[in-house]
């Protein structure tokens, strides 16, 4: 069974703070991605990455893959209050389904 | 815009009631799945659909049915609710798992 462990599982932090959500794993992925979940709705689909070492940014959001594959990091700078909600990590692993990991909630205070 | 369309946002159903979950997809993805996602458990999969009239346990199949007879279309069945399958329910669909899930916006379903 592959698991993905996210940490921290809370973060509470005031606008313009920067933070960095973990992704970890004993297990290799093919691909790693990232959702951000708002309450009420479903999650929505951020970023894949798939090389080993990739590094991709989307403005203010920076995700890494680790070389090795099993791990990954979210790290946003100068948070905003729109930044708030659930982020999910998952990995694509064998048997073409994704493991999610048990998620992040932050919460950025004006 | 793609979309995966879930027939309802809140659901409230009696013990014992047959519950019908309605996911459509206009994305001609294969794959198809339900989550149920709970406070503290995270996302967990129901059951899942690779093809037409095909379905594949997931980690927590006990108490669930599901039905895949159109592409676009992957319906999860309650076959005598219980107050324990009060949750949020989540449908996705992908082409490609690397490519990502495309997800619905959930049904809330309580059971009293």
């Known amino acids: 069974t592959q698991l993905l462990e996210q940490s921290p599982q809370f973060l509470s932090i005031q606008e313009g703070e920067n933070l960095t959500v973990y992704c970890n794993s004993s297990?290799?992925?093919?691909?790693l991605q990232w959702y951000r979940q708002e309450p009420g709705e479903g999650p929505v689909l951020l970023v894949t990455?798939?090389?080993?070492?990739e590094v991709k940014k989307l403005k203010r959001l920076t995700f890494q893959f680790g070389d090795a594959r099993k791990d990954s990091s979210l790290h946003i700078t100068a948070a905003q209050p729109g930044d708030t909600g659930l982020y999910l990590c998952?990995?694509?692993?064998?048997?073409?389904?994704?493991?999610f990991g048990g998620g992040t909630r932050l919460m950025v205070k004006p | 815009d793609v979309k995966v369309t879930q027939s309802s946002r809140y659901l409230v159903k009696r013990t014992g009631e047959k519950v019908f979950l309605e996911c459509v997809q206009d994305m001609d993805h294969e794959n198809m799945f339900w989550y149920r996602q709970d406070p503290g458990l995270g996302l967990r999969l129901i059951y899942f659909s690779y093809d037409v009239k095909m379905k594949e346990k997931g980690d927590i199949p006990e108490g669930y049915s599901v039905s895949r007879e159109k592409k676009e279309r992957f319906s999860l069945i309650l076959e005598s609710a219980s107050t324990n399958q009060t949750s949020m329910y989540l449908c996705?669909?992908?082409?490609?798992?690397?490519?990502?899930?495309?997800f619905g916006s959930g049904t809330r379903l309580t059971v009293v």
């Open positions: 998952a990995g694509a692993g064998a048997g073409n389904m994704l493991t």
């Open positions: 990455v798939v090389t080993g070492g």
């Open positions: 996705a669909s992908s082409l490609v798992t690397d490519y990502g899930y495309t």
């Open positions: 297990s290799v992925f093919s691909s």
